[in-house]
């Protein structure tokens, strides 16, 4: 009974490492995907959005794995308490990956739309802030998964107002653009969805910060998420 014991052990230990091998991975890939974007965005390199685009389906099929994988190994090793936790995780933690990979995808598509001269310096640099501030975000909490810390994964948790903070500012300026001259709208529209997709990665990076609280105290969050109100952008502009 000792030696099958710990046989499922050494078992669950092996499908464990081999699913937190391929979250990293997966990682690794939204990562990438996600500067690429950026950089294909304020550089208006239609060549790399068009990579960015073609990376995809690469983050989708890892995702499709870890869940065949996580499913499995539930099946064989009917594991409880933290350990059923760890694999929920493993789950989680793919799922807003594959959601980032999708957001980074749909920056590339808008890069060949943000054609002509105006180009703002003042506005793609506000981007390219809050996209650099979402990426060390995203690379923070996944190391806080992969060593199981706690404090960094709560710190990231608490850093996500800071986003919601510069996306608010960014979209008055973009408001401001589009009221000054009719001719900036097409431009202003398509940055405007780029920020939002910059935020709601942002708030990916936050969900995985709540999936190491539960991995590891068993339990969500009891606090509100901090969350700014985007909705201050629209204050004072006139409605006709």
Not at 34 to 53: C, G, M, P, W
Not at 181 to 206: Q, W
Request: charged share 30%; proline share 3%; with cysteine.
């Amino acid at each position: 009974m000792t030696v099958m014991t710990e046989h499922i052990a050494k078992a669950f230990d092996a499908d464990l490492q081999e699913l937190t091998s391929k979250v990293a991975e997966m990682g690794g890939l939204a990562e990438r995907e996600f500067s690429d974007a950026i950089q294909a965005l304020t550089r208006r390199d239609a060549d790399l959005a068009k990579r960015v685009v073609a990376s995809d389906p690469a983050i989708d099929a890892l995702q499709r794995e870890i869940e065949e994988k996580a499913i499995l190994t539930i099946a064989r090793r009917q594991p409880m308490a933290v350990d059923l936790r760890e694999v929920v995780a493993a789950l989680r933690v793919a799922n807003d990956l594959e959601r980032i990979g999708d957001l980074a995808k749909n920056i590339g598509k808008r890069v060949s739309a943000l054609s002509g001269d105006f180009h703002p310096q003042k506005l793609i640099r506000g981007v390219e802030h809050m996209a650099s501030m979402v990426l060390d975000q995203l690379k923070r909490v996944l190391d806080a998964y992969a060593s199981r810390d706690l404090p960094a994964a709560l710190s990231v948790w608490k850093a996500d107002e800071q986003v919601d903070a510069l996306c608010t500012s960014l979209f008055r300026e973009l408001l401001t653009y589009m009221m000054e001259d009719p001719r900036n709208i097409t431009f202003c529209i398509h940055l405007m969805f780029c920020a939002k997709n910059i935020e709601r990665m942002g708030d990916h990076a936050t969900n995985i910060a709540e999936t190491v609280h539960y991995m590891i105290e068993g339990r969500q969050i009891a606090d509100q998420r901090p969350k700014g109100d985007d909705t201050k952008a629209f204050a004072g502009v006139p409605v006709s």
